[in-house]
């Protein structure tokens, strides 16, 4: 099916995913999105490996080598200090083939933004899409500004928050809030923090203080503490009230907080959403956060965001009885895999988080007694479901 369009709406880590490899497999692109400027949220993001093997075959490996941290070590920490577990990444990466790569989101939203765009791909900021007229023969997305846009299959890659979700469920489903809130920012790697080719992770009262290697001397680092709903987010206070959630934690979570700074760092309220029961409809596909937003507690969703993408674009390329065909080729194979990633993912903010504060206990006593190997198995499998082996 070449010498298609596709309209993209949404420019994150899925729909530019989507319009690289929809452009290197011969569709016109264009990709909407209602910001006008493009500033990812939060600071960093693991790229497991199974994210970055999709983005090595769109060709962007050595621009991944070149953004993505040096981590060769996980280590988990109890609120004291103490060393729980320290785990080599070298067997899992022997045995998946690829090292994962933390990035800085800013990176990450240029290497690919630069490829879509070098790939003759066209970006319109600043054009909110508000709804879409499904054709026999095409599909229409209008936007806000009275324009519309055509083409053979419109991609929602509209975030958690999608409003295209509805066109394709016929309901709106909310986003479910997963119990705690989330800070993230970048400081400069320093080794009184946390070794330097490291991703240490201090748990303990159900919350967790974490910091993860960058390429350019930083470090990614994030908090999460459980909190009802609802919170007062006001960056004024983010010093202050991780010195009370994590009052009496090891000295270098208390330096960590007397570094950050407030006015870059993301306070966020984590939700997820479904698992949701079409992401398909006519010649209309959601992907990424619009079809199944993530806990980000296994590091997973943007990664499953890069494997839909590839995934959409293959079955476009690959099959030929029409677009509606390829599409839903691709909502059966992604269900099974999004569906086990968001409810594994959600188990295990539960457990984190202290959902049930015994089970949060019984799992920091086994990540005293945990064989280093069992944890890279674990991670090796989620990886491994992927599209590329
Ligand atoms: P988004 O990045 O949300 O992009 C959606 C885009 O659509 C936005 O640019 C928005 O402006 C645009 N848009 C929305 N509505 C409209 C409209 N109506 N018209 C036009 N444009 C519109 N994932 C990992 O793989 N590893 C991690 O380590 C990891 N850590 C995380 C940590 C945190 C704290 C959080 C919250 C998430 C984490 N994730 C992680 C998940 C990851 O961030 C998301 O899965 C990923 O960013 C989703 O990308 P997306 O393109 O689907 O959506």
């Excluded at 693991?46 to 953004?67: E, H, M, P, T, Y």
């Excluded at 609802?230 to 202050?240: D, E, F, K, P």
């Excluded at 006519?282 to 806990?295: M, N, Q, Y």
Aim: net charge neutral.
């Amino acid at each position: 099916m070449y010498g298609l369009k596709a309209i993209v709406i949404g420019a994150g880590i899925g729909g530019l995913t989507t319009g690289l490899a929809l452009r290197q497999a011969g569709y016109e692109v264009e990709i909407y999105d209602r910001v006008r400027d493009l500033r990812p949220i939060g600071a960093g993001i693991s790229l497991w490996s199974n994210g970055v093997k999709v983005l090595n075959r769109l060709g962007l490996s050595q621009q991944l080598a070149a953004i993505g941290g040096q981590m060769h070590y996980m280590e988990y920490r109890n609120l004291s200090g103490n060393v729980l577990n320290h785990i080599s990444l070298q067997p899992l990466v022997e045995e998946v083939g690829q090292r994962p790569y933390p990035v800085a989101r800013r990176d990450l939203q240029n290497v690919l933004l630069e490829a879509f765009e070098s790939a003759g791909g066209k970006l319109t900021l600043g054009t909110k899409c508000i709804g879409i007229l499904d054709g026999f023969r095409d599909v229409t997305a209008k936007f806000e500004d009275g324009s519309t846009a055509k083409g053979d299959l419109l991609v929602a890659a509209d975030g958690v928050r999608s409003l295209l979700r509805q066109y394709i469920l016929g309901e709106t489903v909310e986003p479910k809030y997963a119990g705690y809130v989330n800070w993230n920012g970048l400081v400069p790697i320093s080794t009184d923090l946390a070794a330097a080719d490291t991703w240490s992770i201090y748990v303990g009262e159900n919350k967790r203080a974490s910091l993860m290697p960058l390429a350019g001397n930083r470090f990614y680092f994030f908090f999460d503490v459980p909190l009802p709903k609802g919170t007062v987010n006001n960056i004024a206070n983010y010093r202050n009230e991780l010195k009370e959630h994590f009052q009496g934690w090891a000295k270098p979570v208390q330096l960590l907080i007397d570094r950050l700074e407030p006015e870059s760092v993301a306070r966020l309220e984590i939700h997820d959403v479904g698992p949701i029961s079409k992401i398909v409809k006519g010649r209309v596909a959601l992907l990424g956060d619009a079809a199944h937003a993530t806990c980000p507690d296994l590091g997973q969703g943007g990664c499953q965001a890069i494997e839909d993408g590839w995934v959409l674009a293959n079955y476009l390329s690959s099959t030929n009885l029409s677009v509606p065909d390829a599409l839903r080729r691709y909502e059966i194979e992604r269900k099974v895999r999004t569906t086990e990633i968001v409810n594994k993912a959600r188990n295990r903010a539960e457990t984190i988080h202290g959902k049930d504060p015994e089970v949060t206990q019984k799992w920091y006593d086994q990540l005293a007694q945990e064989n280093p190997l069992d944890v890279t198995k674990a991670i090796a499998k989620i990886i491994s479901g992927g599209p590329l082996h």
